[in-house]
Each structure stands twice: as C-alpha cells, then as structure tokens.
C-alpha cells in the first residue's frame, strides 16, 4: 500500500513504478488497485494489460464521489488477493488511514516524504495515525503491516540524516532514497517501448531492487505463514 496524508509526495509514481518493476522481474500475477479518483495509476497501468499486469479502479464498481466503506474495501480486494499473487494499492491523499489499512490489511505500507519541512511536519502528523491503524490490525489478530519511509525528491544525504533524526523512536524503516530527477516527472506519459520507463529503472536501478526485493521477501513470509 503507497500512502501519505500530503498530496504530490510520490506516492502514484511509486505505486506505478514499483508494480512494473516487480511484474518484469517476477514471474507473477501482479493486480493494481487505484483508490484515487484521478486515475492516474489505473490508467498508466492499463496499457500493461497485455504482459499480464491488471488494474482496477474501485469507484467504477462502487460509484464516484461517494466514500467508500472499509466493508466493501474489503468485499472488492477478495476476489482479487484470490486471483493474483500480488496487490500494489495506490491511495489518494487523505485517505482515512484508521479505518482503511484494517480494510485492506497491507503486509507493507510505503510513505513516500518529499524532502520539505511540510512534508515532514505532515508526515508528524500522519505516521502516528499509520501506526495506531497498524495496531488495530494486530489486536485483530493480524500480522503488523511494516512502515516504509521513503525519502523522495532527495537533493542531498543530509536530507535523508534528517530525516532519521526526525523519525526516530518509531517503528519505521527508511527505504533507500530517491533523488529528485526528471526521468521521474516523467513516467506517465506513453512512449514507444517504454522508454522512459526503462530509463527512471536504469537510473534508479538500486532503489527499485531495493523496493522489489523487499516486497517479494515479505511475500515469501506470507506464504510461508500460510
Ligand atoms: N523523485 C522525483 N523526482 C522528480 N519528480 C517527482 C519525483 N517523485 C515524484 N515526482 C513528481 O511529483 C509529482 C507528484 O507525484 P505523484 O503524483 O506520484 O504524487 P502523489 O503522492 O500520488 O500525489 P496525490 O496525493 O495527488 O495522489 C508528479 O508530477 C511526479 O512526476
Ligand atoms: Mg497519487
């Protein structure tokens, strides 16, 4: 699950990137799901129906502009945890945390954090409401979801030491940074061969491993559960 109270932090372009990185290194069945009415990520996505990477977008089922419930959150992911080795959701900015991670009961939520001091004041705010809803899974007997801070549109490793700084005590890992970088601002867009694409994972080939790697563990450690 990508997910930050702030809007413009990463998460969409994390959602997109991190969903074709792992369905073209892992022979899976990867399903993307779109809370955001925006659709930027279900659109990106649905050109990469051919290779076998599927997207949804809930509110085509359950109606636009109207909130959607924890309960049919969880009445629509069914069908699609069952039909897919692997779930990438991308939320909107202000999407409720306390009701909607217990919905969707993410093994790992990604919070990117542009580098800015709004950003991390909001993220302040936002981390421990990430952190009381991943509670509320454990007291129903769930697995805790683990918290990925994601520095984004890093201009210096100063920045991601300050964030450490900021974010200690709590029970976050920092994610390996993403600098600011304009093969970045420009994933969405349709090029021939998907160049673009390419290019942000060549460039950035360590913090999509990294990110990949991390998610197929934590895969593996489900299934193993299982
Ligand atoms: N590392 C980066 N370098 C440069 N630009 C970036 C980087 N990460 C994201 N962006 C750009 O920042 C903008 C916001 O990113 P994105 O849409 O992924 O954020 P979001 O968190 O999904 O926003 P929203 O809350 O509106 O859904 C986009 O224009 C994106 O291309
Ligand atoms: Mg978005």
Redesign the pocket.
């Given at each position: 699950m990508f997910a930050?109270a702030k809007?413009?932090?990463?998460?969409?372009?994390l959602a997109f990137l991190a969903s074709i990185h792992f369905a073209a290194t892992h022979d899976s069945r990867v399903c993307v799901i779109d809370f955001?009415r925006l659709r930027?990520t279900y659109n990106a996505i649905r050109r990469f129906q051919a290779s076998g990477v599927q997207s949804f977008f809930l509110a085509d089922e359950h109606g636009e502009g109207r909130d959607i419930e924890p309960e049919t959150v969880e009445r629509a992911l069914e069908p699609r945890r069952a039909s897919s080795d692997i779930l990438f959701v991308d939320t909107?900015?202000g999407f409720p945390a306390a009701n909607m991670v217990p919905a969707i009961a993410p093994q790992a939520i990604f919070v990117?954090v542009s580098i800015s001091d709004a950003d991390i004041m909001a993220t302040e705010i936002y981390l421990p409401e990430l952190e009381a809803a991943a509670a509320r899974i454990v007291e129903n007997g769930g697995q805790r979801p683990r918290i990925f801070l994601v520095p984004?549109?890093v201009f210096g490793s100063d920045q991601v030491s300050h964030l450490r700084s900021v974010f200690r005590g709590h029970q976050v890992r920092i994610a390996p940074p993403?600098?600011?970088?304009r093969t970045?601002?420009e994933v969405f867009h349709f090029e021939p061969g998907d160049t673009n694409i390419a290019q942000v994972f060549l460039e950035d080939d360590g913090f999509f491993r990294w990110m990949t790697a991390e998610i197929f563990a934590l895969r593996q450690l489900q299934s193993l559960r299982r």
């Open positions: 930050n809007g413009g932090a990463g998460k969409s372009t955001d930027t909107p900015a990117p984004n549109q993403l600098t600011f970088s970045l601002r």
